[in-house]
């Protein structure tokens, strides 16, 4: 890679680029001064990694031991860097070099899945032992057993998804207590929440406000991940089966996903597509955090894999791109509550027998917890919801479930097992409530 381009990439970030007002995000504590490990920070394009990436360097340069000169940051999907390869790694470095009199000390590698061999580069890097290495990716492959493995010792991750409701309530400087839960004032909290449901947790969705503007900028996210996220990356030939694919998860979120019975509905209008192709999309998907796929519980690995996966938005703002949300606000509700326990880092999976269960929580060996989710419990869905929750909590051996909802709260009981119901938007602000 020509020296210019590389110089020109590390000039504008020492002179030119300075750090924006940000939001604290709602992950555990980073002192970038004190990293042992590299540090990865994953999750889905747009979700606040480069921000976060920009927090920890406010961090180091308010400490005063650190200026700009110590610290590099590189997008690596800058356009001047189309067609970076390992080698030219220490090229970027000289060049840095030159135009500060020193080595960085701290290197900030921005979606960094975009560097051939990135795992042997950062492993390299961190041999030297001379740098603190933090880096961002867009792709799920950055979480993966095979990078722990390859980066073994050397190598911690955090999961950087759109805002939290905690960290959207913070974003529009709305206060809350456990008190505030008991008084008028939780109304605003439940407006909030509402917006927050319909258009999601992307920043610069929430910062927009106006739903015309949300939508067309939750558009282009979608068209991005599209495109360059599994078009280009995965060198994808089957274009209008992927478009097909990610068409038909925006209008059945929160529901089973069948390979088959999608292979037959891509036949029905004569698009041919097979199962191995069918299923390599979904995964790929997953990998781009499109999606959240949840396995049927079972005990045996071969039997959940056997069983249709219930696929859920990586946010909720997506389903604006499909139906009315009149229309879907149930399953809306259930995926803000998917993405919540993916966020919490629960394994998680559904229940199906002769009834069905929305969440099963997994810790270690045995399921801990399991939860149901609906609008509102009517005369008309009560007995179906508890009985999917009691069935579950039955067959598992569990001694509580809770059903969560829009607005509602109590108790119930079933065949004797106590049952919670709880808001959705209580059970996301409860633990940092004080």
Same mark, same amino acid.
């Given at each position: 890679?020509?020296?210019?381009?590389?110089?020109?990439?590390?000039?504008?970030?020492?002179?030119?680029?300075?750090?924006?007002?940000?939001?604290?995000?709602?992950?555990?504590?980073?002192?970038?001064? /004190?990293?042992? /490990?590299?540090?990865?920070?994953?999750?889905?394009?747009?979700?606040?990694?480069?921000?976060?990436?920009?927090?920890?360097?406010?961090?180091?340069?308010?400490?005063?031991?650190?200026?700009?000169?110590?610290?590099?940051?590189?997008?690596?999907?800058?356009?001047?860097?189309?067609?970076?390869?390992?080698?030219?790694?220490?090229?970027?470095?000289?060049?840095?070099?030159?135009?500060?009199?020193?080595?960085?000390?701290?290197?900030?590698?921005?979606?960094?899945? /975009?560097?051939?061999?990135?795992?042997?580069?950062?492993?390299?890097?961190?041999?030297?032992?001379?740098?603190?290495?933090?880096?961002?990716?867009?792709?799920?492959?950055?979480?993966?057993?095979?990078?722990?493995?390859?980066?073994?010792?050397?190598?911690?991750?955090?999961?950087?998804?759109?805002?939290?409701?905690?960290?959207?309530?913070?974003?529009?400087?709305?206060?809350?207590?456990?008190?505030?839960? /008991?008084?008028?004032?939780?109304?605003?909290?439940?407006?909030?929440?509402?917006?927050?449901?319909?258009?999601?947790?992307?920043?610069?969705?929430?910062?927009?406000?106006?739903?015309?503007?949300?939508?067309?900028?939750?558009?282009?996210?979608?068209?991005?991940?599209?495109?360059?996220?599994?078009?280009?990356?995965?060198?994808?030939?089957?274009?209008?089966?992927?478009?097909?694919?990610?068409?038909?998860?925006?209008?059945?979120?929160?529901?089973?996903?069948?390979?088959?019975?999608?292979?037959?509905?891509?036949?029905?209008?004569?698009?041919?597509?097979?199962?191995?192709?069918?299923?390599?999309?979904?995964?790929?998907?997953?990998?781009?955090?499109?999606?959240?796929?949840?396995?049927?519980?079972?005990?045996?690995?071969?039997?959940?894999?056997?069983?249709?996966?219930?696929?859920?938005?990586?946010?909720?703002?997506?389903?604006?791109?499909?139906?009315?949300?009149?229309?879907?606000?149930?399953?809306?509700?259930?995926?803000?509550?998917?993405?919540?326990?993916?966020?919490?880092?629960?394994?998680?999976?559904?229940?199906?027998?002769?009834?069905?269960?929305?969440?099963?929580?997994?810790?270690?060996?045995?399921?801990?917890?399991?939860?149901?989710?609906?609008?509102?419990?009517?005369?008309?869905?009560?007995?179906?919801?508890?009985?999917?929750?009691?069935?579950?909590?039955?067959?598992?051996?569990?001694?509580?479930?809770?059903?969560?909802?829009?607005?509602?709260?109590?108790?119930?009981?079933?065949?004797?097992?106590?049952?919670?119901?709880?808001?959705?938007?209580?059970?996301?602000?409860?633990?940092?409530?004080?």
């Amino acid at each position: 890679m020509e020296r210019d381009s590389l110089l020109a990439v590390v000039a504008e970030w020492l002179e030119e680029i300075t750090l924006p007002p940000l939001v604290q995000r709602q992950v555990f504590p980073v002192d970038p001064d /004190h990293l042992k /490990h590299i540090l990865a920070i994953v999750g889905p394009r747009r979700a606040g990694k480069t921000y976060f990436m920009y927090q920890l360097i406010q961090s180091l340069l308010d400490t005063g031991n650190w200026a700009k000169h110590d610290i590099l940051f590189v997008d690596f999907e800058d356009y001047r860097l189309s067609g970076f390869l390992a080698e030219d790694v220490d090229e970027l470095l000289a060049a840095f070099q030159q135009l500060t009199g020193q080595y960085p000390r701290f290197l900030f590698f921005d979606e960094v899945q /975009h560097i051939p061999e990135w795992g042997q580069v950062l492993r390299t890097l961190h041999n030297r032992r001379r740098f603190k290495i933090i880096v961002s990716g867009s792709n799920s492959q950055l979480l993966s057993q095979e990078v722990a493995t390859e980066l073994r010792g050397r190598y911690e991750d955090i999961r950087m998804l759109p805002f939290s409701f905690v960290e959207y309530l913070r974003y529009r400087e709305i206060s809350y207590s456990l008190a505030t839960f /008991h008084t008028p004032a939780r109304g605003k909290i439940v407006a909030a929440f509402e917006e927050y449901l319909k258009y999601g947790g992307f920043p610069e969705v929430v910062m927009l406000r106006a739903p015309s503007k949300m939508r067309k900028l939750l558009q282009s996210y979608f068209h991005t991940i599209f495109y360059r996220d599994i078009l280009e990356r995965y060198h994808i030939k089957a274009r209008y089966v992927l478009d097909a694919l990610m068409r038909e998860i925006l209008e059945a979120f929160s529901e089973t996903f069948s390979i088959g019975q999608f292979e037959k509905q891509l036949k029905n209008n004569d698009l041919p597509g097979s199962k191995r192709t069918i299923a390599n999309y979904l995964h790929y998907l997953q990998e781009a955090f499109f999606i959240i796929a949840n396995d049927k519980f079972a005990y045996s690995p071969r039997r959940r894999i056997m069983n249709p996966k219930k696929v859920y938005l990586m946010d909720t703002g997506l389903a604006a791109l499909g139906r009315p949300f009149s229309e879907n606000r149930g399953k809306v509700l259930e995926n803000l509550v998917a993405i919540e326990l993916y966020r919490r880092g629960q394994e998680t999976y559904y229940f199906k027998n002769r009834n069905e269960c929305d969440f099963i929580v997994k810790a270690g060996p045995r399921p801990t917890e399991a939860i149901q989710v609906c609008w509102k419990l009517t005369p008309r869905n009560e007995k179906r919801e508890l009985a999917g929750l009691a069935e579950a909590l039955r067959t598992l051996e569990l001694t509580t479930g809770t059903i969560l909802t829009f607005a509602q709260a109590g108790e119930r009981e079933m065949a004797g097992q106590a049952i919670q119901v709880q808001p959705v938007w209580r059970w996301l602000l409860d633990e940092n409530a004080e």
